[in-house]
């Protein structure tokens, strides 16, 4: 069974920067697959935010590119999320989720638990 | 880039048939995915494909696709249906993924 964990800090300073890590069992990243985070803003819908493959490779949601890093840790199975410069706009839960290809795109099959961030002033 | 709008609720009484639709440009070319998320719960997996569930999903559950509009049908809705139900897709603009607003299933 794939399971996965986010983990990082609940609190960020306005301006500051957000890092999330997420711990993947019960699959390699290094077989293969993007790998995802999304947000979901407290009451309101989902926000893709970007996706890595197992050997780096990475693309991210127009809207946050100039702000968003994604990276890959096959050595410990684990996957991170960056965001610079975060604003109150920024508090949402963050999910980590792996995403399979069918029919031409991937798209998140198992999703981790969700962790709330919040950006205080 | 381009959008996916699904209606932001819709109601259905305990045992009959309801579908949730979502439109956009991108479901010309690409199958839309439905997920189900319950309160203070991570979004499932229900739908993907032309009408696959994953394992474990009841097979009330269905999709479907004709020209832009991507629609879920849940045929004899039971109570733990109530949910908020998003539609996603692939932007034909980029290689990235969008989402719909969702649609929120109240069983009545």
């Known amino acids: 069974q794939v399971q996965l964990q986010e983990s990082g800090p609940g609190l960020v300073k306005s301006s500051e920067t957000l890092s999330l890590t997420c711990g993947v069992s019960?699959?390699?990243?290094?077989?293969?697959?993007?790998w995802g985070w999304i947000r979901q803003s407290p009451g309101k819908g989902l926000e893709w935010i970007g996706s890595?493959?197992?050997?780096?490779?990475?693309y991210y949601n127009p809207s946050l590119r100039s702000r968003v890093n994604i990276s890959v840790d096959t050595a410990n199975n684990q996957f991170s999320l960056r965001v610079i410069s975060v604003t109150a706009a920024d508090t949402a839960f963050y999910y980590c989720?792996?995403?399979?290809?069918?029919?031409?795109?991937?798209?998140?099959?198992?999703w981790g638990q969700g962790t709330l961030v919040t950006v205080s002033s | 880039s381009s959008e996916l709008t699904q209606d932001p609720a819709v109601s259905v009484a305990l045992g009959q048939t309801v579908s949730i639709t979502c439109q956009g440009d991108?479901?010309?070319?690409?199958?839309a995915t439905w997920y189900q998320q319950k309160p203070g719960q991570a979004p499932v997996l229900v739908i993907y494909?032309?009408?696959r569930r994953p394992s474990g999903i009841p097979d009330r559950f269905s999709g479907s696709n004709s020209g832009n509009t991507g629609s879920l049908t849940i045929s004899g809705a039971q109570a733990e249906d109530e949910a908020h139900y998003y539609c996603?897709?692939?932007?034909?603009?980029?290689?990235?993924?969008?989402f719909g607003g969702g649609t929120r299933l109240t069983v009545l």
């Open positions: 989720a792996r995403q399979i290809l069918h029919n031409g795109y991937d798209f998140p099959d198992y």
């Open positions: 019960g699959y390699f990243i290094s077989s293969g697959l993007y």
């Open positions: 890595v493959f197992h050997n780096g490779d990475t």
């Open positions: 991108s479901l010309k070319n690409y199958f």
């Open positions: 494909g032309k009408d």
């Open positions: 996603a897709s692939r932007d034909t603009g980029g290689y990235h993924l969008l």
